[in-house]
């Protein structure tokens, strides 16, 4: 399995499926996005895996299917709890390029609304902050790339993302 894929890593609400879209395009990859498998897989909505299976539950499932996932040439979009599973990074890391999309916490907050429709994984009494800080770190240690998104379109994105990929 060669590194042909992108993978995109980030907090939820920082773009991974949207920029994802358009990098694909733009590069004329396929697209996976993480979330959706899992969704398939299951046949269930994210937050209803996390209802029925709990937090850790939804993290080994999450695990699970990223770690099987294979793609060549795809722009992969995973969900924001990835950095969780240490195997699904692993194998995610071999088969591409790990691209974090990196935005303030406050950018964050504006863009996401409701957390729990969003099916993002909370802990009891967890607040977006509390996350943010635990999973930045996690998002730095995967990292191939690391891209500030903040004040940037969605071309100027992608544009960043491209000169990096060249310049590997």
Do not use: W
């Amino acid at each position: 399995m060669n590194k042909s894929n992108i993978v995109m890593i980030g907090m939820p609400g920082a773009g991974k499926s949207t920029i994802g879209v358009v990098l694909a395009k733009n590069r004329g990859y396929q697209f996976v996005d993480s979330d959706l498998v899992i969704q398939e897989r299951y046949d269930k909505l994210l937050h209803q895996l996390i209802t029925e299976h709990g937090l850790d539950g939804f993290i080994r499932i999450e695990e699970e299917v990223n770690a099987s996932l294979q793609a060549e040439k795809s722009i992969i979009a995973t969900g924001g709890s990835v950095v969780y599973g240490p195997k699904a990074m692993e194998h995610l890391k071999e088969i591409g390029t790990v691209v974090y999309l990196k935005l303030s916490y406050e950018s964050i907050e504006e863009r996401l609304g409701d957390l729990k429709a969003r099916g993002v994984a909370l802990k009891d009494g967890q607040t977006l902050l509390d996350l943010y800080k635990e999973r930045t770190p996690l998002y730095e240690k995967y990292a191939d790339i690391t891209v500030d998104c903040e004040n940037a379109t969605i071309p100027q994105i992608v544009a960043k993302i491209n000169t990096f990929l060249e310049d590997r």
